[in-house]
């Protein structure tokens, strides 16, 4: 790597990097022009802002933030028809992102997804294990299962994600929907004098798409130890994505009342309160419409719905229909407050990231 560093008199400093890099099986080389300026530290936020925000007018964004993980969780399972499978694969993915990240090198959207492959260096299975929390065989055999679909291809220690794997695994809708969730919170941000710069999604958007290696990289930072979180305590990423299901339902239920009745917004334990007590409502959704929702088997919905039945998430009414249990907001408390924070530090580097823009 060779770099070239001029300062003049206005403070402003050119850089020009030459970067070749053999190892990936593609060279790199870099011309960019790059000038300093001040940044205003008074503009930009920290996580406990975000935190307190999301948190203090969670009736304004409980039904986009439960859609926009439903929609990841539809993501994850559809792809192969295996949330375990998707897991390993964007696991590895960040992999290349955090490599990227490292070396202070940028992909747009899409820069990286015109590659013909994605190399990963030193794989290790125990690194997934740990990372996804999962037993050596269980990564194995789902690897194996990878390799069969054309999807990852090994090499000794080091295994390729196939260009015919971008199309599973390519987030389109996913950005749209992250961006608006994101434009949600900083107009309460706007309206609490906290953050200054006025944002539509479309402009949002644009900045992850044209940041994309770096802001998808905070993403699945985000995503991978909440999907993760809910696995080792539902001991089953199924079971989580049905579980989720039936929040949705309540959840859109209930925006209905709010939406009608509320005039102030509501705090997050006010609004779990009456998501858990289904208040003014009692329909639930049957094993049929999971199905339908989420295109997991309607067997599979069915016993795993015995399962939380058993351990208490949910209950069944007089329709054969499901709700989540009163037991809910005290046991998921705990996860909740993880998920939170670490959706905090994701949006506040996206948002911030647009205040130095």
């Keep these: 790597m060779i770099v070239n560093l001029t300062q003049n008199k206005n403070r402003s400093i050119w850089v020009i990097i030459r970067l070749t890099h053999v190892h990936f099986g593609f060279q790199i080389n870099i011309l960019s022009f790059m000038s300093l300026r001040q940044i205003d530290f008074t503009k930009t936020l920290t996580d406990q802002q975000v935190y307190d925000v999301v948190m203090e007018n969670y009736s304004s964004l409980s039904k986009e933030w439960i859609s926009h993980q439903w929609n990841w969780m539809n ?44 190399q990963i260096d030193k794989f290790s299975i125990l690194e997934i294990c ?62 609490s004098n906290i953050y200054s710069v006025k944002l539509n999604p479309k402009v949002i958007e644009n900045i992850i798409r044209k940041r994309f290696s770096i802001c998808w990289r905070w993403f699945y930072r985000m995503q991978i130890p909440l999907v993760i979180g809910y696995d080792k305590f539902m001991h089953d990423l199924t079971g989580f994505h049905i579980w989720g299901t039936i929040a949705m339902n309540q959840v859109l239920n209930i925006s209905k009342q709010l939406d009608n009745k509320v005039i102030f917004p509501l705090d997050h334990a006010t609004v779990s309160n009456m998501l858990i007590k289904n208040s003014g409502t009692k329909i639930g959704v049957s094993a049929m419409s999971i199905s339908d929702m989420t295109n997991i088997p ?22 054969k229909q499901y709700e989540l249990s009163n037991l809910n907001f005290r046991k998921t408390l705990v996860y909740q407050k993880e998920v939170f924070w670490d959706k905090a530090k994701f949006m506040r580097k996206v948002l911030n990231l647009l205040v130095i823009s």
């Design 75 to 118: 993501t994850v399972y559809s792809a192969f028809k295996d949330h375990y499978k998707y897991m390993i694969v964007i696991c590895l993915v960040e992999k290349t992102l955090q490599f990227y990240d490292q070396m202070s090198l940028n992909y747009t959207y899409e820069e990286y997804y015109s590659k013909s492959y994605l």
């Design 130 to 191: 740990e990372k996804l929390n999962l037993p050596k065989e269980t990564v194995r055999r789902k690897i194996l299962e990878l390799e069969k679909l054309g999807v990852l291809k090994r090499q000794k220690k080091q295994i390729i994600i196939d260009r015919t794997a971008f199309n599973l695994i390519k987030p389109e809708n996913q950005i749209k929907l992250t961006s608006n969730y994101i434009y949600l919170v900083s107009q309460l941000l706007n309206k």
């Design 298 to 319: 309607r067997p599979t919905v069915v016993r795993k719905c015995k399962y939380l039945l058993k351990i208490g998430l949910i209950k069944i009414n007089s329709k």
